[in-house]
């Protein structure tokens, strides 16, 4: 085994030989006292690490993990993304928000269109910036903790790293309820989106690493796709019966009927209305009802604008979304509401859903003046 780190460092990054003379490379969030959070200098090691990884003719496969049994990955570095907005001055791009969103998904993008699989642990916490690691890795895989969400409608923020992608793919009209809503997801419901690939028991982990090791990993990425998902299905098969019930499936139509409307306030006011007694449909409503009108307002245009988008596209258009959510309220208020003095009363701006303009959605998706924009060599 090769070790390339030290205990400070914020990835630990590993590799380790296997009989068939092939490496596995294994990546490790290492900030478990923040869930770990996404930082810029993580995306910046991982993405510098699968770049190098990617040319190594050894390297069989690569496994994303986080540090701790707590959480895969909570979200992106978001306080840090506050305070340089409160420092900046001027009407230019906030620099650190530019590089940050930019390198995060150049990030994000890379590890969609990888060549060499990617096994991703998705157990614990996994959200914002955590999933957007995930959805594009292609061996997801989750157990029985996992807690999946992109709660950014309560930030003041929209479902990105990708989500204007995966959201609308998902069956039905269930991407836009759970970008409207911020509704978390179980192992179960992130197989039933397409979110994950394999259910298996948080406790078969290390056997399961063990059993990489002992795989016949030949040269050829594609041959090895096939040789990791076998030995995730066979993991797979003896977890089913511990797989947790499906809030997404049991929901599926009452989802389908209250996300059925000709306008987002129309939809807004039937999610908010709808009888439910079921705890986590009442949450869903209650995460709409005080979320920012502007990042509602948010993903009812991107829901419309991103079907026909190509990856590379989304990315872009996100980057500009982000950037300009960093230059508008909502953003710097909803986490200083959530994560900073934690008072959970944010005062949004706009305050209203009618107050929302179609000229003010409209401006978050224009590229700041003088502006060239950083992804546009994806």
């Not at 699989?117 to 061996?139: C, E, K, N, Q, T």
């Not at 759970?178 to 997801?185: D, E, F, K, Q, V």
Request: proline residues 5%; glycine residues 8%.
């Amino acid at each position: 085994m090769t070790v390339e780190h030290q205990d400070s460092a914020c990835v630990i990054f590993t590799e380790h030989a296997t009989p068939s003379g092939m490496k596995i490379g294994y990546a490790t969030l290492n900030a478990e006292k923040s869930l770990n959070a996404l930082s810029l200098e993580m995306i910046r090691l991982l993405d510098a690490r699968l770049r190098q990884w990617a040319d190594d003719p050894q390297l069989a496969c690569v496994v994303l993990q986080g540090a701790g049994e707590k959480a895969f990955c909570a979200g992106g570095d978001v306080r840090k993304l506050r305070e340089a907005i409160l420092a900046h001055e001027g009407p230019a791009a906030i620099p650190f928000a530019s590089e940050y969103f930019a390198e995060e998904y150049r990030l994000d993008y890379r590890i969609h269109t990888y060549a060499k699989p990617i096994l991703l642990w998705g157990s614990g916490i996994v959200m914002g910036g955590g999933l957007g690691l995930m959805a594009g890795a292609s061996h997801r895989v989750v157990t029985e903790t996992s807690r999946i969400a992109m709660p950014e409608i309560t930030i003041g923020l929209y479902p990105d790293v990708g989500g204007s992608w995966f959201l609308p793919r998902m069956p039905g009209r269930l991407g836009l309820f759970l970008a409207l809503t911020g509704a978390p997801l179980n192992a179960h419901d992130a197989q039933a989106v397409n979110l994950a690939d394999w259910f298996v028991r948080s406790e078969d982990k290390l056997a399961i690493f063990a059993g990489l090791a002992n795989i016949d990993w030949q040269a050829d990425p594609a041959h090895n796709h096939g040789l990791l998902s076998k030995l995730l299905r066979g993991f797979a098969q003896h977890a089913a019966s511990h797989l947790p019930a499906s809030q997404v499936r049991a929901h599926f139509d009452a989802i389908q009927h209250v996300t059925d409307g000709d306008s987002l306030a129309e939809v807004c006011e039937q999610i908010t209305r709808h009888a439910s007694d079921d705890a986590w449909m009442q949450r869903a409503a209650k995460s709409l009802a005080v979320g920012s009108p502007t990042s509602a307002a948010l993903s009812w245009e991107i829901w419309r604008r991103s079907r026909l988008l190509g990856l590379a596209d989304v990315f872009r258009m996100e980057w500009t979304l982000s950037v300009q959510c960093c230059a508008h309220p909502d953003f710097r208020e909803g986490v200083r509401a959530l994560l900073v003095d934690k008072d959970n009363a944010p005062r949004w701006t706009p305050a209203t859903l009618a107050e929302v303009s179609r000229e003010w959605i409209d401006g978050h998706f224009v590229v700041p003046a003088d502006t060239v924009h950083p992804l546009a060599d994806l």
